[in-house]
């Protein structure tokens, strides 16, 4: 278990005075590479041997995002590994311990050379130790389903600013291309996403999007219908 404690800074703020979804999200992810780089199995570390954990799936539930100047503190727990795979939890606890976000997510360790899933050897994933997992709703879902109905939007072309070290387009960024789709009244409290491929620099991103049972689906495909990723998120008020 890894933890780490912070404020909401007046940039990472919406037009409502409280943490916009993607710099919640970017707390979540920060959090983790930072618990990486504490153990010494960080990034440069993972690249120097062609290895890396990709993200394959999020589930986020928020009870409430942090308001100006709130001090918060993040949590992550690696709760298992199995084969290539790894799950990590997240919670976002308030200066009171009130946990008012928790998340879930699934990683695949790979072999960056070959592009290739492979088993962590124990010197990788043997650091994090296994915590137990937190107690929330875990889907059992493998892919994020798409509605039948669903209309194309203006097309996004990538640009530097969108991408991250391995210069692709970063999991934040995939998510809050999703969350700007939406009407400002749109408050997320659930969301979903699933990464399939990755966009770079120059490529087109056609979003898709529909309603199904309460779930604004976006589909963030390349201009021959691959997919990128799936954002799926829900407004709880």
Known sequence: MYRRTDRVRFSEMGADGKMRLSSLMDALQDCSDAQSEAL????????????????????????????????YTVETRPWKFEHFLGHRNFAVYDKDGTSIVKANSRWCF????????????????????????????YLTEKRIPLPQ??????????????????????????????????????????????????????????????????????????ENGRIYAVVALRDGE
């Open 40 to 71: 010494g199995i960080g990034y440069s570390w993972l690249k120097a041997r062609n290895r890396g954990w990709i993200l394959l799936h999020w589930h986020v539930v928020i009870d409430r995002y942090p308001e100006n100047r709130e001090e």
């Open 110 to 137: 790979m072999d960056t050379e070959r592009m290739r899933p492979v088993r962590p050897l124990p010197e990788e994933s043997g650091p994090y130790g296994v915590d137990p997992r937190l107690d929330m709703e």
């Open 149 to 222: 109905d669903m209309r194309t939007l203006e097309k996004i072309t990538v640009t530097k600013d969108l991408l991250d070290l391995n210069e692709h387009v970063n999991n934040v960024k995939y998510i809050a291309m999703a969350d700007r789709l939406l009407p400002g009244s749109f408050k997320t409290k659930e969301l979903k996403a699933e990464y399939r491929n990755a966009a770079k620099e120059g490529d087109v991103i056609i979003p898709m999007i529909g309603e199904h049972d309460g779930w604004q689906t976006i589909s963030l495909n390349d």
